[in-house]
C-alpha cells in the first residue's frame, strides 16, 4: 500500500492520542499492518508518550497544606467578624434608585393628564404642577444638562453603593 | 487496649483509607456542609497536582507555592458554584491556569507571547530521589522535566494536562479557555516544540536512554 496520505510523526503523534476520526484512524490502522518501519516508529511514539505520562509530580515544600488550610482559616475568620450589612440598607438603596428615577417619570405624567384630560368630579383637588416651569426648564439648555447631569451622577453613584453592597453582602 | 502508638497507626491508616475512598463529590459535600477536614482531604489529594501545574505555568518553585495555595483558597471561596458539570478537578485546574495567568501577567503583561523565550527559568528540583526509580529513569525525567520547563506557558500547560494528568481535548478547552480546533493546533505545536528541544539542549541524555 502506498503511503499516499502522507503518513508523518503528527498524523502519528494524533494517532496515538486517539485525536483522529475513525475513517482516517482506521486508514492508517490498515496502513501500519502492512508497513513494519511505520510500526516501529508508532512504537516508539507510545512509548514517549507512556514517559511523559509517568513523569513524577513535583511535590510542594513540606507543611504546603496545612499553610493553606491556615490561610483558608484566617480568611473564613475574617469573614465571620465581618459585620453584616442590615437588612434595612439593602431594601432602601433599591427604593431610592427606583424613586429617583419614576418620580420626575410620574411628575411628567401627572402633569401631561392634567393638562389633556380634564379631571372635574374628583374629591380633592388635585395640585397644580408647574408645566410652565418644566417648560422654562428645557429652554434653558444649561440648567437643562446641568440638572440631567447631576441625576445621572446621583443615579449612578446610589447604583454603584448597590452593587458594592451586593458583593459584600448579597452572599451570606 | 492497644499501645498508643500501635492505636495512632491504625488510626492513620484508617483516615488515609478514608480519604483515599471518599469520592471528590462526597468531599465537597462535607465541605459545603462546614467540614474542614473535607478541605484539608482535598488539599492532600490535589497539592501535587495543582503544584505541578503550577511550577509548568510559573516556572519557579516560590512562585508556584503562591499561585497553588491562591488556586486552593480561590477554589474553596467558589466550591458553592460548583455545580459538578465538569470533573472537580478540571474545575480547579482551571482555577489555577486563571490564577497563574493572572501572577504572570501581575509580574509581566506581555507573557501570553508563545514564543517567550527571554522568561526566567529555574529546572525544577526534583526532590528526594524515590528509591524505586532506577538512576535511568531518574536521569531521563530530569531531562524531561528540564525540557518542558523550556516551553512557553501554553506549551507545557498543555502537555502537561494532556499527557500528564491525562485530560480530555474537551477538559483542555475548559481550563485554558480554547476551541477544540485551537487546542488541537496547540497541542501538535507544543509536541514540536518539545521534541526540538529535547533534540537541541538533550541530545546526549536522549541518545542513552533509546
Redesign the interface.
Known amino acids: 500500500m502506498e503511503n499516499n496520505f502522507l503518513l508523518n510523526d503528527e498524523l502519528l503523534w494524533d494517532y496515538a492520542d486517539g485525536l483522529l476520526d475513525p475513517v482516517q484512524h482506521q486508514l492508517i490502522t490498515t496502513y501500519l499492518e502492512q508497513n513494519q518501519a511505520w510500526k516501529v516508529r508508532l512504537d516508539a511514539i507510545v512509548l514517549e508518550q507512556q514517559r511523559l505520562g509517568a513523569l513524577p509530580l513535583e511535590k510542594p515544600n513540606a507543611g504546603f497544606a496545612d499553610r493553606v488550610m491556615a490561610a483558608w482559616a484566617l480568611e473564613q475568620r475574617v469573614q465571620k467578624a465581618m459585620p453584616a450589612a442590615p437588612d434595612w440598607i439593602l431594601r432602601l438603596i433599591p427604593v431610592v434608585f427606583a424613586i429617583l428615577i419614576l418620580l420626575p417619570l410620574v411628575g411628567l405624567l401627572g402633569g401631561g393628564v392634567q393638562q389633556n384630560i380634564p379631571l372635574r368630579n374628583l374629591p380633592f383637588e388635585l395640585p397644580a404642577l408647574p408645566i410652565d416651569a418644566f417648560h422654562n426648564f428645557g429652554a434653558s439648555p444649561v440648567l437643562f444638562y446641568g440638572v440631567l447631569f447631576v441625576l445621572v451622577f446621583l443615579t449612578l453613584r446610589i447604583f454603584e453603593q448597590f452593587l458594592q453592597l451586593r458583593l459584600q453582602y448579597g452572599k451570606r | 487496649m492497644l499501645p498508643t502508638s500501635v492505636s495512632d497507626t491504625t488510626n492513620t491508616l484508617k483516615a488515609s483509607y478514608m480519604a483515599a475512598t471518599i469520592t471528590d463529590e462526597s468531599l465537597i459535600q462535607m465541605a459545603l456542609s462546614g467540614r474542614?477536614s473535607a478541605?484539608?482531604m482535598l488539599?492532600?489529594r490535589y497539592?501535587?497536582?495543582v503544584?505541578?501545574l503550577a511550577?509548568r505555568f510559573v516556572k519557579n518553585?516560590e512562585d508556584?507555592?503562591e499561585v497553588?495555595?491562591d488556586s486552593?483558597?480561590r477554589a474553596?471561596?467558589y466550591l458553592p458554584d460548583f455545580r459538578g458539570e465538569a470533573k472537580f478537578s478540571t474545575w480547579l485546574y482551571r482555577i489555577v491556569f486563571t490564577t497563574a495567568l493572572n501572577h504572570l501577567r501581575k509580574k509581566n503583561p506581555d507573557i501570553r507571547s508563545l514564543d517567550d523565550e527571554t522568561k526566567p527559568l529555574q529546572i525544577?528540583?526534583q526532590?528526594t530521589p524515590?528509591g524505586a526509580?532506577t538512576l535511568e529513569q531518574n536521569d531521563?525525567?530530569k531531562s524531561?522535566?528540564q525540557a518542558i520547563a523550556h516551553l512557553s506557558v501554553d506549551d507545557a500547560g498543555i502537555?502537561t494536562l494532556?499527557?500528564?494528568y491525562?485530560q480530555s481535548?474537551d477538559e483542555i478547552c475548559d481550563i485554558m479557555g480554547l476551541t477544540m480546533t485551537n487546542a488541537?493546533t496547540k497541542?501538535?505545536r507544543a509536541?514540536?516544540r518539545l521534541k526540538s528541544v529535547l533534540d537541541d539542549k538533550f541530545a546526549a541524555e536522549i541518545k542513552e536512554w533509546r
Open positions: 474542614q478541605f484539608s488539599v492532600k497539592e501535587n497536582y503544584f505541578t511550577l518553585r508556584a507555592h497553588a495555595q486552593f483558597l474553596f471561596r525544577p528540583d526532590g524515590d526509580l531521563r525525567n524531561l522535566h502537555i494532556f499527557y500528564l491525562e481535548l488541537k497541542l501538535c509536541r514540536q
